[in-house]
């Protein structure tokens, strides 16, 4: 499992966003998403970057922790 530290995520719409853009790369993809936390934690065979560039294709900064 690979952890991101994502900033502007703020409610249920924003996790099922992220969420959903990570599993149309990757169907298994095993995501999971801490709002108060402003963390997301991705088990994929996508590369950390492709990770990272879906999450910010969504409108949300991020960074690999």
């Given amino acids: ?8 995520m ?10 959903t853009a990570i599993q149309a790369q990757d169907p298994q993809a095993q995501v999971t998403v801490e709002l108060a936390a402003g963390k997301v934690g991705v088990q994929s065979a ?18 690999a922790r």
């Fill in 10 to 19: 703020t409610c249920d719409h924003c996790a099922r966003a992220v969420t």
């Fill in 1 to 8: 499992m690979r952890y991101f530290d994502v900033k502007g």
């Fill in 46 to 63: 996508l590369a950390t970057e492709q990770v990272l560039a879906l999450i910010q294709q969504e409108g949300y900064a991020a960074q």
